[in-house]
């Protein structure tokens, strides 16, 4: 495959780490934003609603960090009203935080979960490999590369030694409001998206085959 590059630098960043220096800018600048929000967040006290206010308020006051209310509707840090549960205020103990953040990027996340229990193992570009399989190419490669590079990033707050012992929602619940809708951000102005594949949904039917009779006591016993 042919590349063109803007300088020699980019030459030396593909040969050394395999992405041009605008690539390797573009993937630190959304972990270090990700991260710096996630932090913001456990420090401040929780808010009645979560609002474009409370991030303007917390320093977050471009119109691209709005996409982030989606993401913790996700994690299961909101419910449909961007009201914090009581994921968010468990996710306000410190000492939590990661294993918090464990549990609600699986869930958020479960698709790709599915394909390898140990996703957050994988390589940024094994996640882009397993999106786009996943989306099954629907989304462009600029989407992809949000897609992944949050989900790394988010992996690297997280503690994961909560997955190895018991059920994570016996220990973290799970919002009943939470929404598969929640987990697709996106913004035409911009483009950006900060999304994962959507949920499969699994329809049961239940069959019940009942007697030949025309004793309705035998109904009344079944039912």
Not at 5 to 31: C, H, P
Request: charged share 25%; hydrophobic share 35%.
């Amino acid at each position: 495959m042919a590349y063109t590059y803007a300088s020699e630098a980019d030459i030396l960043n593909m040969a050394l780490f395999g992405k041009t220096v605008a690539q390797w800018r573009s993937e630190k600048e959304m972990k270090g934003k990700i991260h710096s929000i996630i932090n913001s967040v456990i420090s401040a006290k929780a808010p009645e609603r979560f609002t474009n206010k409370f991030l303007e308020d917390l320093g977050f006051k471009s119109s691209n960090d709005r996409l982030y209310i989606g993401l913790f509707k996700a994690l299961g840090l909101l419910d449909e009203n961007n009201s914090p549960t009581s994921r968010y205020h468990q996710l306000l103990d410190q000492a939590e935080t990661g294993k918090v953040l464990a549990v609600g990027i699986q869930e958020a996340y479960e698709d790709l979960f599915a394909l390898r229990k140990d996703a957050q193992q994988l390589s940024l570009d094994e996640v882009k490999g397993k999106l786009k399989t996943l989306t099954q190419g629907q989304k462009s490669d600029n989407i992809i590369n949000l897609m992944a590079n949050t989900f790394k990033a988010l992996c690297e707050l997280a503690d994961w030694s909560v997955l190895t012992g018991t059920s994570p929602q016996e220990t973290y619940t799970t919002p009943a409001t939470s929404s598969t809708d929640d987990l697709y951000v996106s913004q035409e102005k911009t483009g950006q998206e900060i999304s994962k594949p959507s949920k499969m949904n699994l329809h049961y039917n239940i069959q019940i085959h009942l007697p030949e009779t025309t004793n309705m006591a035998v109904y009344d016993a079944i039912f």
